[in-house]
Each structure stands twice: as C-alpha cells, then as structure tokens.
C-alpha cells in the first residue's frame, strides 16, 4: 500500500508538472500573440501613461470598487460577488497546484494563522459566487435582457467558474474528514462544513474520503488550467484585458477628438478605413470587451429601433481583427484587407456608422471603459475625407458650414441681427471688457433660440456684467463638422476663431450653447486657444450665488430637467442647472425624468444627426419627450440649444402641453 502511494505521488508529481507548463504555456503563448497583433496595428497613441497616482485611484475606483457594474444594482451584485470570490479562491487554487508537484507545501507552515484567516475569508466569498451566478443564470433563462449577449460562450463561462468553486467547497469538505496533519481546517471551513454534511462524509471510509479528494482534486485543476487556455480566445479575455484597459482610459474624456495633422503631405490617408489601421489602445479596447450590452441598453439609437449597438460594433471589430491576426502581425499584404464600412461585408454597416449621436452614454456606462467615440469617429472621418461617403442631407450642411459659416446657410453677414435693437456690444468696439459672449449659430440664426439669445443678453444687461460678442467676426466652432467627419471644414473655422480668440484675448469666454461650451473649452486648446470657458448655465449660478441677479417672484409650475449630454457627460456640468432651477421656486421640487443626471437619455441631437433625417425607427427626441411628459411637470427645461429644437418637435408630435424653455429664460423670467 505504502509503494502505491508513492509511486502515485510520483506519477502526479509529473503528470501535474507537464500539465502545468503545458497549460500555462499555451496561456502565454496565445497571449504573446494578442501582445504582438496589439504592437503590430499600424495607428500610434502614446503607450506611456502620464498622472500615475489619478490612474492608480481609477483603478480602485473602476476595478476594486465596480464602480460602473454597481450602477444596476442586481447584476452589479452578483458580479461583484463574483469577482471578489473567483479572486479569493485562487491563491487556494494555485497552492493545490504547487502541491500537486511538492506535497509537502502548505502556507500553513509558514504562518498558520494568516493562512486560516484567508481560508475563512475565502470560504464565505466563494459561496458568494454561487449566488452571483445563481442570478446571471436566472438573468440569462427567465428574464433575458434583449442586450445581454447569451450565446455558448456565456453558457461555457458559468459552467467553468461553477465547477471551479464547488470544487473548492468539496475539496475542503474532504478535507475537514481526513487527517490534519497538525493543521486545524475545522476552524476555517463555515461553508464547506455544509457540504461535508449535506453529502455525509461523515459515514464515509478513510479509503473513500482519500479517493473523493483525489477526484475532487482532478477535477478542479483540469477545470482551471481548461479556462486558462480557454481565456484568450474568448469574451472573458477581459479579466486581461480589462484591468490595463482601465489604467490607459482617458482621464479628461471631454478632450477625446483625435487631432487629425490635415497638412501631413506624407500621409496616404486620414481617419480609419481598415482594422490594421487601429492603435494599439483602440486594439485593448476590442480585449477588454465583456459583452454585459450595457452599452447597448443605454445607447439612444439602439434604444430606438437604429442598426447600431455599440457591443455589436466592438464584437465585430474584434472578430475582424482577430480574423485577420497572422495577416497584420506578418505585415503580408495588409493592403487587401477590406474596408471596415461595407453593408455586405464590413464589420460596420453605414446606417449603423452614422446613426451615432456622440452622446458618451456607451463609454460613461462601461465597465472597462472601452473608448467606442474614438472608432466611430476615426471612421466616420476616413469616410468623409478619403471617400467622400456621408449621408446625403450632410452635403448641403457642410456647403453650408463651409459657404456661411453656420449649418442653415443664413448670410454670415446676419449674424448679429438678432441684436440690432438690443445693448449687446461688439468686442470690435469693446475690446477689454470682462467676458467675451461666443453667441454661437443656433443663437444667432435659429428663431427659437435667438429668443433665449436675448434672455442671455438681458440678463447680462441686468447684473451689470461687462460684455461683448464677436458678431459678424464670429464663426460656427467647428463641433458639428468634426463629429460628422469633415476634419479639414472643421479645422478650417477653429482656425479663424482661435485667430480671433488670440487676437482679442478675452479674460473669459462664455457660451450658450453646449457644443460651443465643450468645443472651445476642451478642444481649441489643442489649436492654440487655450481660454477661461463657461457655460450660461454655470455663469448664471455665479451671478445669483453672487447677488448681482435676485428672484423677484416665484416661477409659477413644476420643472423637469433634460441633461444636455455636451454639458453632463462631456462635462460633468449636472449640479450647477439644478441649482440655478432650485432657485425659481423653492417650494416646488424639481421633477426628475426616469432617465437624469448621468443616467440621462439624449435628445438625438449630437453627432451632427440635428441636421441628417431621421427615417430608421422610433424618432429618439419623441422617446425622449414621452419621458418628459410623463413626470407631469408643467416645463421642460434645458440648456442646449439642440435639446431646445429637438424637445419642441418632440413634445409637440407627443401632443404634450408642456413648455419648453432654456434656463436662462425661466430665471430672466423671475429677476
């Protein structure tokens, strides 16, 4: 008997030993692959990561915290159940490995308390992983959210982790009936005491208790070496993925538009037209994918019948890149590859690529914090200015941007009639007084919007604010060209306002219009404009906070507020308009709509599609208004001139009774 166990010991001694450097040898060998394809794309982003200390404190926020996965509570649960018990039970796992080949090695001989400790810990939070799971196999049998990716690779996933913590339980459950061997496991075990009780190891033979362990041993290794090599080729490549995907994100998202050198006469093209073409943080984004949909769930256009899911559009571009690995990695012939935007064969369809509203509400929701603005846009930008393919209603609008300076093609001429009759000076004849006011287009030609264009003005008039515009001297700021692509029309008038910005030099710069607000805040500085920018709604704040503006009488009816995504999720701008609307009518709360704050909808607006028809599915403005409507308020209040137009048509099509206004005029309605 003593000769069989040995010469089983041995045997497992070598068997565990090719079985581990085979495993973990492949693992690295498939991950030396992703590595290689990830350093063989061709687009350039720096590798080096700069404000150390802010990335180590996302990663505890984003990773340790689960920051994004908690925002729903059940499914935020049950995976941060999962991740702390599946991590809790690996140091476990690697010690049965270690003894597979040495025995005699057991941490408890180096510190048996810290070892019992740990045991316990990891006891209770693994059996939190058979809850967390138990409720992602109930999501994925009886309620299957429409977004949730449910296919054999999921199945495959739950059945791995599974078999990998029951083991663990029966493991110890055998355990705790054999010898110790100087080691108390009785004290460590809360759990696997269940197990050992509910499969009444008691009664069980030494031989028997020796035989079940060996099994339960087996079967745990294979499990975990089997979803080793499993890993790299399948979705939960994101527990590699994910956590530098994490470190690398953009810490300022608002400066997010890549800055195109549109006078590069060596380059051969612009933007992203093949999927060699990514850089290699874009290629980590496509890793840390886990497929959870829930940028899918929150994204307008798919909430709304459109072709675009932003999972999908990461999927496909990682099955297109993974496709063609060899090919780009070997450098051979990268050239054939096929374009990326093709309605037969592409990984992106065109009514998918352009019914993107750049609303963040995918890359704000992620858990990895995937970059899916940085792809659409790099193509949408290829597809402009090297193929010249861009919805057809996008022509007038830039001949327009182009010809006049604004998006409707209105005299550039005109654009400070809206005040003629108005005390708003130019900064031509003003130019040193305190706040330079960046009308904008929608201010200046839209007939709704020029009303809340006077509401600014006559507010600024009242606090006795020191200010002028550009006037005629003005030009569009170049946000709805650049989403839509038109890199070279959109430098063209950032060009001439940061001329005219520098040449003024104003000491603040403010803007009543979300897109002005984000555009020459965060991306003019990249062309040499680097100013004080703030928003109307902000700016307000400051002025009632600061008593040069009094509520004179209370605001008659009830306020909901829409989020402007260029103020919110760009800019992180969500207290201040609650603030400033608090101040209207105290008495009266403000009514939140289902979706607010960062949770927020958009209006359908951004991404240039104020200006493209709307003919896939439901209209995104009229989902959007129904949500309004249904808070019963009496106003719909926003801050964005985009959100002000979209909101009217939607309201009105919803045969709503509502009052659409922006801030400006509801607080110059009261002081």
């Given at each position: 008997m003593?000769s069989y166990e040995?010469?089983?010991?041995t045997?497992?001694a070598i068997f565990m030993?090719?079985?581990?450097v ?9 991950v030396r ?5 990830m350093?063989?794309?061709q687009?350039e982003?720096?590798a080096?990561?700069?404000r150390?200390g802010?990335r ?11 920051k994004?996965?908690?925002r729903k509570l059940m499914?935020g649960?049950a995976?941060t159940?999962?991740?702390f018990?599946?991590?809790a039970v ?8 270690i003894?597979?080949?040495?025995p005699?090695?057991s941490v408890?001989?180096f510190?048996?308390?810290l070892f019992q400790l740990y045991?316990q810990?990891?006891d209770?939070?693994a059996?939190?992983?058979l809850l967390g799971?138990g409720?992602?196999l109930?999501?994925r049998?009886v309620?299957?959210p ?5 296919g054999?690779d999921a199945?495959?996933?739950i059945?791995?982790t599974?078999?990998i913590?029951?083991t663990f339980?029966?493991y110890n ?10 080691f108390?496991?009785?004290?460590c075990?809360t759990v696997?005491?269940?197990f ?6 008691s ?8 035989t079940?362990?060996?099994?339960t041993?087996?079967v745990?290794?294979?499990?975990i070496l ?5 890993i790299?080729?399948s ?13 690398y994100k953009?810490l300022?998202?608002?400066k997010?538009?890549?800055k ?6 060596d380059a051969e093209t ?8 990514l850089?290699?943080k874009q ?10 949909g829930r940028?899918?769930e929150?994204?307008p256009?798919?909430n709304?019948g ?5 999972k999908e559009?990461?999927h496909?571009?990682?099955?297109e890149?993974l496709g063609n690995a060899?090919t780009i990695?070997?450098?051979?012939n990268?050239?054939?590859?096929p374009s990326l935007?093709d309605d037969?064969?592409?990984a ?9 509203t750049t609303c963040r509400?995918c ?5 990895v914090d995937?970059q899916?603005l ?5 193509v949408r ?5 090297m193929e010249a ?9 830039f001949?327009?941007l ?6 409707w093609?209105?005299?550039?001429d005109t654009?400070?009639?809206w005040c003629k ?7 031509a004849?003003?130019?040193d007084?305190d706040?330079l006011?960046?009308v904008?287009?929608?201010g200046s030609?839209?007939?709704r919007n020029?009303?809340?264009s ?13 200010f002028?515009?550009l006037g005629?001297?003005?030009r569009?700021?170049g946000?709805m060209?650049?989403?839509c ?5 959109a ?12 040449h ?6 403010l803007?009543g219009?979300a897109?002005?607000?984000?555009t020459?805040k965060?991306?003019y500085?990249?062309f ?6 703030v928003?109307h709604?902000?700016?307000i ?5 600061g008593g040069?503006?009094?509520v004179?009488?209370?605001?008659a ?6 989020d402007s995504?260029?103020l919110?999720?760009w800019?992180n701008v969500?207290?201040?308009?609650r ?10 709360d ?5 979706d607010?704050?960062d949770?927020?909808m958009?209006c ?9 028809e ?14 309004a ?8 209040a926003?801050a964005?001139p ?13 045969k709503?009774?509502?009052?659409v206004?922006d801030?400006?005029?509801l ?5």
């Open positions: 003593q040995t010469a089983y010991i045997v497992k030993t090719v079985l581990l085979g495993g973990f040898g492949y693992f690295f060998y498939k692959h992703l590595l290689l394809l350093n063989a794309v687009g982003r720096s080096v990561p700069d150390i802010e180590v404190k996302v990663l505890f926020v984003d990773i340790l915290g689960q994004n996965v908690r499914p649960l995976h159940f999962i991740f018990g599946f991590l690996q140091p476990h796992s690697f010690q049965m490995m003894q597979g080949v040495f005699g090695f408890a001989n510190s048996p308390s045991l810990v990891a209770v939070l059996f939190m992983v799971l409720y992602g109930y999501r049998t309620l299957k429409a977004y949730l990716t449910n054999m199945k495959l996933i059945l791995f599974s078999v913590i029951l339980h029966i459950a055998f355990h705790l009936m054999l010898p110790s061997h100087g108390d496991y009785s004290r075990f696997s005491k269940v050992a009780a509910g499969m009444n190891l009664s069980w033979t030494e031989p028997a208790l020796q079940g362990l060996e099994v041993y087996w745990h290794i294979l499990t089997g979803f080793l090599i499993y790299p080729g979705k939960h490549l994101h527990l590699l993925a994910g956590i530098p995907n994490v470190f953009p300022d998202v608002e997010l538009m890549i195109t050198d549109i006078e590069d006469e612009f933007g992203l037209a093949k999927i060699y073409e850089n290699w290629v980590l984004d496509l890793y840390a994918c886990t497929e959870c940028c899918e929150r994204c256009a798919s709304t459109k072709p675009l899911s932003p559009l990461i496909e571009l990682k099955v890149l060899d990695i070997n450098k051979e990268v050239e054939s590859l935007v037969e064969m592409g992106i369809k065109n009514d998918a690529l352009w019914s993107c509400g890359e704000d929701i992620c858990p995937i899916h940085d792809i659409i846009l790099e930008k290829n597809q402009v200015l393919a861009f919805p057809q209603e996008l022509q007038d609008t001949s327009n182009e010809n006049q300076s604004n998006p093609g209105f005299s550039e654009r400070a009639n009759d108005l005390k708003v000076p130019l900064m004849d003003n130019p007084v706040i006011w960046f904008g287009c929608a030609f839209d007939d020029i009303e809340i006077k509401a600014i003005a006559s507010l600024l008039n009242k606090a006795g604010v020191s002028a515009i005629t001297e003005e569009c700021n946000d060209a650049r989403r692509g038109n890199e070279y029309l430098q063209m008038m950032i060009a001439e306002n940061v001329e005219l910005l520098n003024y030099n104003p000491k603040r710069v803007t219009c897109h002005c607000f984000n020459i965060n991306e500085p990249d040499g404009a680097s100013f004080d920018v928003s709604v902000d700016f704040l400051e002025l009632l906070e040069k503006l009094a004179k009488k209370d605001y009816g009830t306020i909901t507020y829409h995504c260029y919110g999720r800019n969500y207290d201040s308009p603030k400033v609307l608090s101040t209207l009518n105290p008495k009266v403000l009514v939140e709509m289902v607010h704050g949770n927020g958009c359908g607006a951004g991404g240039g599609r104020m200006f493209m709307e003919t896939l599915g439901e209209r995104i403005n009229n989902v959007r208004s129904r949500q409507i249904d808070t019963g308020a009496d106003t719909v926003t964005c985009f959100c002000i137009t979209m909101f009217s048509d939607g309201i009105r099509d919803n709503g009774t509502q009052d206004k801030i400006a005029e607080v110059d309605s009261v002081v």
